[in-house]
Nanobody, 119 residues
Framework: QKQLVESGGGLVQPGGSLTLSCAVSGTTFRSSGVAWYRQAPSHRVVIARITSGGDTAYTDSVEGRFTISRDNTKNMFYLQMNSLKSEDTAVYYC??????????????WGQGTQVTVSS
């Protein structure tokens, strides 16, 4: 059974930085895609993804400010968030799944980590 543990959230001032981490177990991490999401009012939105081959993609609102990375030796991946804005405030989730399936369709979530951007 896949298990995901997000960490690294917290309170940060606008313009600040945070790095989120996701520890993964119970799945073939090296051959899986990974993604970060944040909770919108009605659903979780994919904001960054990295395939098993290392290709990355970002939603427009975070492009150029956020960087997703993975460490296959540790079964972990990360989201470096820079130039944070108040609208980045949300609960952030990570997930892993097949590259052949959209991250929007991956299931079985961790608990998420709260990011609050406020002065």
């Amino acid at each position: 059974q896949k298990q995901l543990v997000e960490s690294g959230g917290g309170l940060v001032q606008p313009g600040g930085s945070l790095t989120l981490s996701c520890a993964v177990s119970g799945t073939t991490f090296r051959s899986s895609g990974v993604a970060w999401y944040r909770q919108a009012p009605s659903h979780r939105v994919v904001i960054a993804r990295i395939t098993s081959g290392g290709d990355t993609a970002y939603t427009d609102s975070v492009e150029g400010r956020f960087t997703i990375s993975r460490d296959n030796t540790k079964n972990m991946f990360y989201l470096q968030m820079n130039s944070l804005k108040s609208e980045d405030t949300a609960v952030y989730y990570c997930n892993v799944g097949p590259d052949t399936i959209s991250p929007s369709d991956w299931r079985n979530w961790g608990q998420g980590t709260q990011v609050t951007v406020s002065s």
